[in-house]
């Protein structure tokens, strides 16, 4: 037996035979005829990404393709393959002299947002040149025990496969925080990466641990009975958490705390039952509306199925954090240095102001429509930012009045993010209510970038600095006579859960997914003596 040790991108368990990717028969010929120009081709390839889009239900893989789309539609990006175009050379020949130097600036980029890149710029190169050779990737089928193993997968290859729940991937490159990770995470596919360039022979057994981040090639006896074990386990576990995850959330004391989920999109809650929860407690905007800002009316629309869903409970909807690490086209800065120090979230909505009004304008019309919606505004640093939305809302209010429009003025919170603002929560202005974000929180503190896995592991909730800026920030909110809440990560944490708990917080907001989990976890709190702490193993 071989153990391989990479890193942990996904967890679950899964025990298979390997099929080193692409698997054969991936690609099929494309039945409309192949395009005769380049920009052609790019057209094409933007289709079928559209396409690919428009059948994919996750907000953050429509995000990904977006940007795939957006792209491909730069004029930009052909400049370099024109005058090759002009001297009589192949359309192919082109394309990878356009697009291999577009690589070659992403790699050689100082920025880890393009640098994350490259491996959607990868995947756009090999699609054009299948359009071209007039074939187009078909879905993959793949055995329903595959372990398969790659260098990488470009997330449409991924969007474009139908996985099963006894498959694995694991990958010799790749990072945790790659958008192909992010996308495993979502479907519940264990998943390893960086395992580096140890042979993997194909067709051999291979036990999968996403959680622990190794690989088991040829596994003895011993192993398997324990892979039987870890499994039952893990589906105990699984199984206790859905029980747990139906009533209110009770401490071992009997104290209530508040459970609330985290979405991007209404669609994310179709199948989940209002009752597991107290109400939303984040809509990420900026996700629900990757292809840039709709017009009111959307967003109005958008809003309201998210009221219904919630039935009168509270629904905190964040108005949108684009820039950082999620740019939104056609409305974040096109190029910063240092994009998390940047002009995001509030920052750049107070810059965009008429398109920032038409959001305070569908929320302020939503609220009108139904009871619980809240507004929250992200990356907050001072109060002369909490002024600046007032004095617009003031003014939406103003010219729906003048339309003749129900609107209501709902309450305003603010996240605590930066710094600056955590120690100084009480001196945000009047607020209503405020949420923690962790994971900016956590990355503004220790200075360690929450999208670079070489720095992430100091991004850690135990650090003393971070466990006395989280009590300040609980006691600023006694001060303004505020609620507050947590909706980064680490609420979704069952390990975290006593922390958190302990800091003094009494609410939490989460993925659907994490509901159970987390409500054991505070059902545990606090541990009894001689009892490892709620949420531990
Ligand atoms: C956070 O920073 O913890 C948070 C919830 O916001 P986001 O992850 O969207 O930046
Ligand atoms: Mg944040």
């Not at 690490?325 to 979230?345: C, I």
């Not at 609220?367 to 939406?396: H, K, N, Q, S, Y």
């Not at 006593?498 to 709190?525: D, E, F, T, Y």
């Amino acid at each position: 037996m071989t153990r391989l040790v990479g890193q942990a991108a996904a967890p679950g368990l899964a025990l298979g035979r390997v099929v080193e990717w692409p698997a054969a028969g991936g690609a099929a010929v494309h039945e409309a005829a192949p395009p005769r120009t380049l920009p052609e081709a790019l057209e094409q390839a933007a289709a079928l990404l559209r396409e690919l889009r428009e059948r994919t239900d996750s907000a953050e893989a429509r995000a990904i393709l977006e940007f795939q789309v957006e792209f491909l539609g730069d004029p930009a990006l052909l400049e370099p393959a024109l005058p090759l175009l002009q001297q009589g050379s192949e359309p192919a020949t082109a394309w990878c002299a356009a697009i291999d130097a577009q690589i070659a600036d992403f790699e050689a980029s100082d920025d880890d947002y393009f640098r994350h890149r490259v491996g959607d710029l990868r995947d756009m190169r090999a699609r054009v040149l299948a359009v071209l050779a007039g074939q187009a990737a078909a879905e993959v089928e793949l055995p329903a025990d595959a372990i398969v193993v790659a260098d990488d997968i470009a997330p449409s290859r991924f969007l474009a496969t139908r996985w099963g729940p006894r498959q694995a991937v694991v990958l010799r490159g790749g990072s945790p925080t790659a958008h192909v990770a992010l996308l495993a995470r979502s479907r519940a596919l264990p998943m390893v990466v960086a395992l580096g360039t140890a042979p993997i022979p194909p067709g051999s057994t291979a036990i999968v641990d996403g959680g622990a981040g190794t690989v088991e090639l040829a596994p003895d006896p011993q192993a398997l009975a324990r892979f039987e074990q870890r499994r039952d386990a893990l589906e105990q576990g699984r199984r206790a958490a859905e029980r747990s995850a139906a009533g209110p959330a009770r401490t071992r004391g009997g104290e209530r705390v508040q459970v609330l989920l985290n979405v991007s999109d209404a669609t994310e809650l179709e199948g989940v039952d209002p009752a597991l929860c107290d109400g939303i407690g984040l809509v990420r905007t900026e996700l629900m509306f990757a292809e840039g800002p709709p017009d009111e009316a959307t967003q109005l629309a958008a809003y309201g199925r998210l009221l219904h869903w919630a039935g009168g409970r509270q629904v905190v909807v964040r108005t949108l954090d684009a820039g950082g690490d999620k740019p939104v086209p056609g409305w974040s800065m096109p190029y910063e240095a240092n994009p998390f120090l940047g002009t995001r979230g509030l920052r750049l909505s107070l810059r965009q102001a008429e398109g920032f009004k038409v959001q305070l304008r569908a929320l302020l019309r939503a609220a009108a429509g139904g009871d619980g919606l809240r507004i929250l505004l992200p990356m907050v640093t001072d109060a002369a930012e909490v002024a600046a939305v007032r004095a617009l809302l003031a003014a939406c209010a103003d010219e729906l009045r003048g339309a003749g429009l129900a609107h209501r003025l709902p309450p305003l919170g603010v996240m605590v993010e930066v710094p600056a603002a955590a120690l100084a929560l009480d001196r945000l202005g009047p607020v209503d209510f405020a949420s923690i974000g962790s994971n900016d929180l956590l990355q503004y503190t220790m200075a360690a970038a929450r999208d670079d896995p070489r720095v992430s592991p100091l991004a850690d909730a135990a650090h003393p600095g971070f466990e006395r800026l989280l009590g300040l920030v609980v006691q600023g909110a006694a001060v303004a006579g505020i609620p507050l809440s947590l909706c980064g990560a680490l609420a979704a944490q069952p390990a975290q859960v006593p922390r958190l708990l302990a800091a003094g917080l009494r609410s939490l907001s989460m993925p659907a997914a994490a509901v159970g989990a987390v409500k054991q976890a505070i059902a545990g709190w606090p541990a009894a003596p001689h009892e490892p702490p709620a949420g531990a193993g």
